[in-house]
Structures are given as structure tokens and as C-alpha cells.
């Protein structure tokens, strides 16, 4: 009955506000970057543009290799790519760089994005960009601001497993533009109804929130803007705590093309929702400053977290268990030699640790560590592409890139009560340095896509000692990646699938963390009348290959169908979408994570989610 009367209020909510107005797909710019593709545009191989939708970056990213883990309600996510994942796929808007105030990356750099003022995301596996990390970067690049009044809303909604509302306006006018979000709902449940009470020794459940208000304008070559961000009450199940309150404040002022930026994150987080002996709670504040342009960047970083574990017979403090600094500069050039291009980039990355007394600590596993690290980082992509004839093209790329390890693996540093690991970095790391080829074939819209990676010195996790206590901290080894892309459309039928086999070369032993193979197929109806349907089937393949010494387990298959039905009634657009339709059980090979504060638990899907939402052109 309570889900009828969900029902019940979305139509009612929809249908009567006729006035409200949001981005569609159709209206923003779709096309591909990559050699294969007969355009008159510049193709770059590996590298991706595509539209954003209104609150599903999903449906955007789950593409070429791209995929994404859900970490709590549906704008927690973070993205892995062709066996790589976290800061090794930077995440930059407009140019600027955002890193994440939690070590678990609950606030992941995606969460800071509002799609209603974006354009497109740029998809770029190439180690040659400007801002890459070791294994490329996603952009999101907001829409021009225009001088004419553009009023755009947006309205959003699901009923059944999972419940939220997600709401937002745009206003613009005067080469000026204001945007306001305000989303909210209850943590989802799986497909046997059963809430995080039951899966997650959750003893209460708070609703969540997010809140979103930025200003951007404009003067002949001179932006400027400033955002602020607010969430609340955000449960990570896959985790032992979840975060309470995220405070994000950012600001940029640019001139022709060179932008100076900032953004500060303050974020808590504690474990206050579920039954558990001992409280934990932690505070995390980040500050990136940044100055960008067109072949240069620069861009420094200041990194603190402090932490406190009570239980009914002793308490222990990590106060900074996170305080670093990191300083980076890199340059670009490119180079077009017609149906060769050339990008390459050099830069140099400094890693400091601000506190003596915290070096003693990694001092306990390693005693050549240091305060102070400074790594030369590069990167470069050769491409070549040819058309054969109107309907084939074939395309090839090799690049090289090397970057600095993370600061959280260099010098991240918590000590845990009884005989629970505590977690250290490393500062005595090497320097990642990855090798890559890439080749293509493309026949009209399908293109097959296959690569081999061979990483030297990759960051992985690693377990330790010291007497009887035990530690989870990080070591380099060598590594190899090789895969599979496909992406196909013809008629109406649209086909995507990725696989990657990752390989830990020094333990002989899988990666952890790789995605199985996973097949989406899409049936699409021709337009009858303004209507408009798909039918989409998602196939992920069980995942046996994984990672013992860090304690993986094997993944089961399991298949998800999800429908849709849209109409177009004078340039509004009203959709209904099912997903999960058949109410499947099913968890990702990805929600199971090591992370030290990781709880262990297999992390279940939502169940059958019915959503809606209108949008305007």
C-alpha cells in the first residue's frame, strides 16, 4: 500500500506541473572520439564524448570499458576503467581538479557534479591529456552561458525498492546563470524487500539529503563562479561508517582560457547507525588550489583527517592520520601529423608528510622511510587511424605514462585496536609506470576495441607484520591487463560489452578489484506518435579470478532487465522507466571492497525501482 501511494504521488507530482523543464538528451551533443570514426573531426583513440543525463551518470558511464560501483544512493558512486580505478582515472570539471576528503572516497569526485548545467563528459583513457592520471581522466565540461533568458528545470523520482525525489532549476540571462538542487530520499531495498536493518546491522535509518547552489557569469574573456554543496546522512553499507555531514565550497576566476580555482571539502562521517560495540567517528578536510590552462597546470593540495575509536574499555585516537601536502606542475604539447597524432605531457609531483611523529609510525615496517617524496611524472600517446573505405576504418595507438603514488598510499597511517590491522602506507613506493597498446576496427557503428597493458611498480595492497600485530598497507608489483571493448548499434539494437583479464605478474596471483565480463544489449522502438520504448538486458558474467592474499571472493553471475517508455508533447518529454523489472537478487563483483575500514559484507542491488521523471528542450 505505501508503494501504491508512492505511485500514486509521482503521477500526480508529474502531470501537474507541466511548467517544469529540464535538459534531454537529444539536445546536447553526442559523437565519438576515436580513430575509427569518418567525421571531420579530430578523433583521438580511446577517448570518448557523450551527453549527460539529468541524475544518472550510469547510464553515461557505463560505457567502452567504463564502469561504475555503487557505493550508496545513486550519486555515490565511484568509476573503474579497463582494470584501473580510484585516483589512477582523474575527475576534473571544467578544468579543475577535485580529490576526495574521505580515504574510503565516500565523496567520491563524481558526486560533485550537477548534470543540469553540464554539456558532455569526455571519456579519456589516453596517458598524453594534460590532467590524465596513470590511466586517463573524465571531464565534465559545463554548457556556454548565453546572453538570452534560458530558464531549465528538471524533476525526478522513483517508487518501489528505491524512494527519492531529485529536483533542480537553472536560470540564466545576461551571460549570467544560477542553479539550485535539492535531492532526497530513504536508503534502497534489495530484492526480497529487505532494508539495510536486515542486511547491514543498520539500527536506524535516516533519510538522505543533497543540496547544490552555484553562480557562473561571464564578461568578454573573463568567468567567474562559485558553488557550495551540502549532503547528509548518507549510508555506506559496504563500509563501517557512514557519512554524516560533507560541506564542499569551490570558486574559479579565469581569463582567456587560464583558471584560477579552489575548492574545500569538510567531511564527517561516524558509525552512530549501527549496532556495534565500539564508536568510531572521523573528520576529513581537503583544500585544492589550482591554476590551469591550455598546455600547463599547476595545482597543490592539502590533506588532513583525524579519527577516534571509543569502546567500553579503552578509547584510541588517530589525530592525523591523514596530513599531507602535495604539489604537482605539468606541461602538455601535441603534435598533428595528419593521421598520426602525438600528446605527450611531463610534469613533476612532490608527496610531504607534515607531522615527524607520524613517520615513526611507518618507520615500524619501514626504516628507510622518508617525509618528503618528489616523483618526475609524463605521459604519452602516439595514434594512428585510417579509413579503408566508406564503412571500414582501423585505428592503433601505443602510449607510455608514469605517475606518483597516491599520498594515501605513501602516508596514510591508523592504528586499530587488539589484533585488527592497522593500516599504513608506504613511503618507500616506486612510481607506477604503465605501457599500453591499443588497437580498433570499426565497420559504420560498431567498433571492436582490444588493448594490453603491462604495468610496472603498480600500487597494491599488501599484508604485513610487526611482533603479533597485523598490518594491511600497500607494496609495488608487476602487473598486466588485457581486454576487450565492443560497442555496436544497428537499427534498433545497441550492443556493449567489456571484459578485462588482470594479472598480478610477481605473486602469480589475479588482481583484485577487476569487473567480469559484462554484456548490455538494448532494443529501441522507432518513434509512433511521440512515444518512444526500450528494452535493456544487462548480463555480468561470474567473477572467479580474484585476489586471495587480500581476502576477495568469487562473484556469482546474474542478468538484470530494465524498460522504458517516453513521450514527446511539444518539446517536453515525460519518461517512465522500470528497472530491474524481473526483481532479481544480485550483488557487483565491485561492492565487496578491501579498504581498511571496509565491513566485510557483500553489498546487494536495489530491487525493482520504478522512476520517473520530465524534461524539457
Known amino acids: 500500500m505505501k508503494n501504491l501511494k508512492g505511485l500514486i504521488f509521482l503521477f500526480v507530482l508529474l502531470f501537474l506541473c507541466p511548467e517544469i523543464k529540464s535538459q534531454d538528451e537529444d539536445s546536447v551533443r553526442v559523437y565519438w572520439l576515436n580513430p ?18 539529468k541524475d544518472r551518470l550510469s547510464s553515461v558511464l557505463n560505457k567502452n570499458g567504463f564502469t561504475l560501483i555503487r557505493k550508496g544512493v545513486f550519486f555515490a558512486q565511484d568509476i573503474y576503467s579497463d582494470g584501473f580505478k580510484k585516483s589512477d582515472i582523474n575527475v576534473v570539471i571544467d578544468g579543475e581538479r577535485y580529490h576526495s576528503a574521505c580515504p574510503n572516497r565516500m565523496d567520491s569526485p563524481l558526486t560533485r557534479v550537477n548534470p543540469i548545467e553540464l554539456d558532455r563528459v569526455d571519456l579519456m583513457k589516453t596517458s598524453g591529456s594534460l590532467q590524465s592520471g596513470l590511466a ?6 559545463r554548457s556556454d552561458i548565453g546572453s538570452p533568458l534560458k530558464v531549465k528545470t528538471g524533476l525526478s523520482g522513483s517508487a518501489d525498492a528505491s524512494q527519492y525525489f531529485d529536483g533542480a532549476i537553472l536560470v540564466e540571462a545576461y551571460d549570467h546563470r544560477v542553479t539550485l538542487r535539492y535531492a532526497t530520499g530513504k536508503p534502497y531495498d534489495d530484492a526480497e524487500g529487505r532494508s539495510f536493518k536486515d542486511n547491514y546491522n543498520y539500527k536506524e535509518i535516516k533519510n538522505f539529503t543533497l543540496g547544490e547552489v552555484s553562480f557562473n557569469g561571464k564578461q568578454g574573456k573573463l568567468k567567474y563562479g562559485a558553488a557550495f554543496t551540502y549532503s547528509d546522512d548518507i549510508s555506506f553499507p559496504y563500509l563501517l561508517m557512514d557519512e554524516r555531514a560533507t560541506r564542499i565550497y ?30 568510531m567517528n572521523a573528520r576529513t578536510k581537503n583544500l585544492t588550489l589550482g591554476l590551469v590552462g591550455e598546455f600547463y597546470e599547476l595545482f597543490f593540495r ?10 567500553p574499555n579503552m578509547s584510541m585516537s588517530n589525530e592525523g592520520f591523514v596530513d599531507v601536502q602535495l604539489l604537482s606542475a605539468a606541461v602538455q604539447k601535441k603534435w598533428d601529423f595528419g593521421s598520426i597524432y602525438v600528446s605527450s605531457k611531463v610534469g613533476v609531483v612532490g608527496s610531504f608528510l607534515n607531522d615527524d611523529n607520524r613517520l615513526d609510525f611507518h618507520k615500524n615496517l619501514y626504516a628507510d622511510a622518508k617525509k618528503n617524496r618528489i616523483f618526475p611524472t609524463f605521459g604519452v600517446a602516439a595514434s594512428y587511424t585510417k579509413a579503408l573505405n566508406n564503412n571500414w576504418g582501423t585505428g592503433v595507438m601505443l602510449e607510455a605514462a608514469s605517475e606518483a603514488p597516491d599520498i594515501d598510499a605513501l602516508y596514510i597511517n591508523v592504528n586499530k585496536p587488539m589484533q585488527k590491522p592497522n593500516w599504513s602506507g608506504n613511503p618507500t613506493l616506486d612510481q607506477p609506470i604503465r605501457a599500453t597498446l591499443r588497437g580498433s576496427l570499426n565497420y559504420n557503428k560498431i567498433r571492436l576495441e582490444v588493448y594490453g597493458t603491462n604495468v610496472w611498480n603498480y600500487v597494491n595492497f599488501s599484508r604485513a607484520a610487526v611482533g603479533n600485530k597485523p598490518y594491511l598497507t600497500y607494496k609495488n608489483v608487476n602487473a598486466n591487463m588485457f581486454g576487450f571493448n565492443l560497442n555496436g548499434s544497428y537499427k534498433f539494437t545497441e550492443v556493449n560489452a567489456s571484459y578485462t583479464f588482470a594479472e598480478n605478474t610477481t605473486d602469480d596471483s589475479p588482481l583484485s578489484e577487476i569487473p567480469p565480463l559484462q554484456v548490455t544489449t538494448t532494443l529501441k522502438s522507432p518513434e509512433f506518435n511521440g512515444f518512444t520504448g526500450f528494452l535493456k538486458h544487462t548480463y555480468s558474467d561470474a567473477q572467479t579470478r580474484v585476489d586471495l592474499n587480500v581476502d576477495e571472493t568469487s562473484t556469482p553471475a546474474w542478468n538484470k532487465v530494465d524498460l522504458g517508455i517516453s513521450y514527446l508533447y511539444n518539446d517536453m518529454r515525460f519518461a517512465l522507466e522500470i528497472e530491474n523489472v524481473t526483481n532479481e537478487l544480485y ?8 579498504d581498511p575500514f571496509a565491513s566485510g559484507i557483500r ?3 536495489p530491487g525493482r525501482v520504478i522512476r520517473f521523471s520530465v524534461r524539457y528542450n
Do not use: C
Not at 582560457?257 to 560495540?277: A, G, P, V
Not at 592539502?302 to 569502546?311: E, L, P, T
Open 36 to 53: 575509427v570514426e569518418i567525421t571531420s573531426n579530430r578523433s583521438i583513440h580511446g577517448d570518448e564524448a557523450l551527453p549527460i543525463e
Open 136 to 141: 586517463g581522466v573524465v571531464a565534465f565540461n
Open 250 to 279: 569551490s570558486g574559479h576566476l579565469s581569463y582567456s582560457n587560464n583558471k584560477l580555482y579552489f575548492n574545500y571539502t569538510d567531511h564527517n562521517m561516524d558509525n552512530s547507525f549501527r549496532n556495534s560495540m565500539m564508536n
Open 302 to 311: 592539502d590533506w588532513q583527517a583525524d579519527n577516534r575509536m571509543v569502546m
Open 587 to 594: 550483488y557487483q563483483h565491485l561492492s565487496y571492497r578491501r
Open 603 to 605: 553489498v546487494f542491488e
